[in-house]
C-alpha cells in the first residue's frame, strides 16, 4: 500500500501546530475551515488564526466543500495538490462525483475513471476522506441544494438542480442533514414551529433541570441545566428564525419516550430526531449511540472505530456539539486515560450520569414537574 509522505501530520494536534506557525511544505497535505466564517484555508493562509474550538480538519479541499465550507479568496485552497498518489486519485475521484449532474457515478464507474478495481477504490477513498465515495455523493448533492435554495431558487428547481430523482428521495435525506424542511432552510429557519418542556432531572448527585424541545419531525434539543430561562435561551439561540413555545402537554409522551431510551427500555431508534449535522458528526453520533448503558469509549476508540484512528480530536468536537444529549450519549465518551474531558452541560453532570448508568442499568424514571 502506497504510504503518506512522511512530513503529513498524522493528528489534529499536528494540524493545528502546522496552521499556527503557517507551514507552506503542508499547504496540499490537509486544509483547515473554520465554522464561525464557513471559509476554509491552506496551512500557511495568512488571515487571522481562528479559536481553536472552531477548526475543522480536512484532508482534500473537495471534502471540506462538501461539507458547506468555501474557499479563502486569500490562499486559495481549492487549488493546492498532494504528491501522494493516493490523495490524487480521491481528488480525481471527488471531481468525477461533483461533475456528475444527475446519477451518482457507479463505484464500477469510478473504478474506470482512476485505474483500480470497486473494492481498492472504495477502502482508499474512506482511507483519505473519512467517508465513502456514496457519503461523499450525498454530501456535494446536499452542499448543491444548500446554494440553491440560498440563492433565491425554489424548492424543486433547487432539488433537480441537486441531482434528486423525485421529491421524496430529498425528503428522505433533508431532516438529517438540513435540521428541517427545504422550504424552511431557503427561509433561514422561519416557519420552523418547535415546542418545549422542561422538567426536574432526576439525578441525585447533580439534580437540575432538562429541557426537552421538538418540531414536528423529531426532537432537535435536549439540554441539562440549572435555571429554565438559561434554557430556553439556549434553545432560542440555536434556532433564532423559528417559532418557539412552551407546550408541557404536548411534549409529555416524548418526555416519556426520552426517559425511556436513556433507562434503556426501549431503543434509541424508537425516537426521531431532527437535528443538523455533517457526515462525520451524523458517524460519530451513531457510534454513541452504540455503546452499551454504564460503558464508556473513548475518544480514540470511537475513531478508530469510524476508521479515522487519528481524528480523536475532532471526534471530540463532534461530541461538543451534540444537540441531544442523553439519546445521543456523549456523556459516554472519555479521555484516552479514562479521565472526564469536557462537558457541554458539565463535568458534574457527565460523572453523575455515569455512576447512575453504572449503579442501575436500568432505572425507573420519575420526572417531577414544578
Not at 500557511?44 to 479568496?73: K, Q, T
Not at 424541545?213 to 423559528?242: F, H, K, N, S, W
Not at 479521565?339 to 458539565?346: D, E, N, S, T
Request: aromatic share 6%.
Amino acid at each position: 500500500m502506497m504510504n503518506m509522505l512522511p512530513h503529513t501530520p498524522n493528528t489534529d494536534e499536528q494540524r493545528w501546530q502546522a496552521v499556527l506557525r503557517r507551514d507552506s511544505t503542508l499547504d496540499g497535505a490537509f486544509v483547515y475551515a473554520v465554522r464561525s466564517t464557513g471559509i476554509y484555508c491552506r496551512p500557511s493562509c495568512p488571515s487571522r488564526r481562528p479559536r481553536p474550538a472552531n477548526v475543522d480538519f480536512f484532508p482534500l479541499p473537495e471534502a471540506a466543500a462538501a461539507a458547506g465550507y468555501r474557499p479563502c479568496r486569500r490562499c486559495r485552497p481549492d487549488t493546492a495538490r498532494d504528491a501522494d498518489p493516493r490523495v490524487d486519485v480521491a481528488r480525481r475521484v471527488c471531481c468525477a462525483i461533483a461533475d456528475s449532474d444527475e446519477a451518482m457515478p457507479t463505484l464500477a464507474e469510478l473504478g474506470h475513471v482512476v485505474g483500480m478495481s470497486p473494492h481498492h477504490l472504495q477502502r482508499l477513498f474512506k482511507e483519505v476522506t473519512g467517508l465513502s465515495p456514496k457519503a461523499y455523493a450525498e454530501a456535494v448533492r446536499i452542499g448543491r441544494l444548500k446554494r440553491g435554495l440560498k440563492a433565491g431558487e425554489g424548492v424543486a428547481d433547487a432539488l433537480y438542480g441537486a441531482g434528486y430523482g423525485s421529491p421524496s428521495r430529498l425528503y428522505e435525506k433533508a431532516p438529517a442533514r438540513l435540521g428541517m424542511t427545504p422550504a424552511s432552510y431557503a427561509r433561514g429557519g422561519r416557519g420552523a414551529r418547535i415546542a418545549f418542556t422542561v422538567v426536574d432531572h432526576p439525578l441525585p448527585a447533580a439534580p437540575g433541570r432538562l429541557l426537552v424541545a421538538a418540531t414536528d419531525v423529531g426532537l432537535c434539543m435536549i439540554a441539562l441545566g440549572d435555571d429554565d430561562d438559561v434554557l430556553e435561551a439556549e434553545l432560542r439561540a440555536d434556532y433564532p428564525a423559528a417559532e418557539i413555545r412552551r407546550d408541557d402537554g404536548a411534549l409529555a409522551e416524548c418526555l416519556a419516550a426520552v426517559f425511556a431510551v436513556t433507562d434503556g427500555r426501549l431503543p434509541h431508534e424508537a425516537l426521531s430526531l431532527d437535528v443538523r449535522a455533517t457526515a462525520f458528526q451524523a458517524q460519530v453520533w451513531q457510534r454513541l449511540q452504540e455503546i452499551p448503558r454504564g460503558e464508556t469509549r473513548t475518544y480514540g476508540e470511537i475513531a478508530a472505530a469510524m476508521g479515522r484512528p487519528t481524528a480523536a480530536r475532532a471526534v471530540g468536537r463532534a461530541c461538543a456539539l451534540n444537540p441531544v444529549s442523553l439519546v445521543v450519549p456523549c456523556h459516554r465518551a472519555v479521555g484516552g486515560d479514562g479521565a472526564l474531558h469536557g462537558y457541554r452541560w458539565g463535568l458534574q453532570r457527565k460523572q453523575a450520569l455515569l455512576d447512575q448508568e453504572k449503579e442501575d442499568p436500568a432505572p425507573a424514571s420519575q420526572v417531577r414537574r414544578r
